[in-house]
């Protein structure tokens, strides 16, 4: 499987983006997808994540509840984060992944296909 994401870009604090992950080479519709964020420094972490189910049973990190929202469109193979309210700590590069299992997994090995990242940046 490939992914491809993008929509990353520059936005004030209080701005929106909304990233899209394009997935080929696989069935999309199989995976659950993740979106992951790393901020220079620190370690990569689990932003979002959503299954493949029909009732697309999400989660999210603590920090982001309440102002980002991931959705998938299979007939599109396409995984999307909506991300509201951002804050200057939202900054990082984000990254998507699949995962064959449907189960919850929250660290990067817990993933199986990985797209390149995508850089946002929020200025204060």
């Known amino acids: 499987v490939q992914l491809q994401a993008s929509g990353g870009g520059l936005v004030q604090t209080g701005g929106s983006l909304r990233l899209s992950c394009a997935a080929s080479?696989?069935?999309?519709?199989?995976?659950?997808m993740g979106w992951f964020r790393q901020a220079p420094g620190k370690e990569r972490e689990l932003v979002s994540s959503?299954?493949?189910?029909?009732?697309?049973?999400?989660n999210y990190a603590d920090s982001v509840k309440g102002r980002f929202t991931i959705s998938r469109d299979n007939a599109k193979n396409t995984v999307y984060l909506q991300m509201n309210s951002l804050k200057p700590e939202d900054t990082a590069v984000y990254y998507c992944a699949a995962r064959k299992s449907q189960t919850i997994a929250t660290k990067t090995y817990g993933y199986d296909y990985w797209g390149q990242g995508t850089q946002v940046t929020v200025s204060s």
């Open positions: 080479g696989g069935t999309f519709s199989s995976y659950r």
């Open positions: 959503i299954n493949n189910w029909s009732d697309s049973t999400t």
